[in-house]
Nanobody, 123 residues
């Protein structure tokens, strides 16, 4: 089992930046990658970004492509999401999760969800 704890959320004005962190512990070597998701009030949870360990392949939702960057620090066992040029529509609770499939991709199964961290972007 993998345990995930997100941090780094907060309130910023439009155009600002935040970096989210996701500290992983447990059986992290059993995962094929990790991802970030978000859920805005009254909306379903949606995919934001993912990274596959093999080849460090990254995937992004069209809505964040060019503005967000997912990365991993192996030494710290931590996943990051650098968010730049933030928009009010980026306001949501952000979650990290572990890929459960052998091949990590946006359509993979994700689990071991963290508790989430709130991001609020004001106009």
């Amino acid at each position: 089992q993998v345990q995930l704890v997100e941090s780094g959320g907060g309130s910023v004005q439009a155009g600002g930046s935040l970096r989210l962190s996701c500290a992983a512990s447990g059986r992290t070597l059993s995962t094929s990658g990790m991802g970030w998701f978000r859920q805005a009030p009254g909306k379903e949870r949606e995919f934001v970004a993912a990274i596959r360990w093999i080849g460090a392949v990254t995937y992004y939702a069209d809505s964040v492509k060019g503005r967000f960057a997912i990365s991993r620090d192996n030494a710290k066992n931590t996943l990051y999401l650098q968010m730049n040029s933030l928009k009010p529509e980026d306001t949501a609770v952000y979650y990290c999760a572990a890929c459960l499939n052998y091949y990590c991709s946006p359509s993979a199964d994700f689990g071991s969800w963290g508790q989430g961290t709130q991001v609020t972007v004001s106009s």
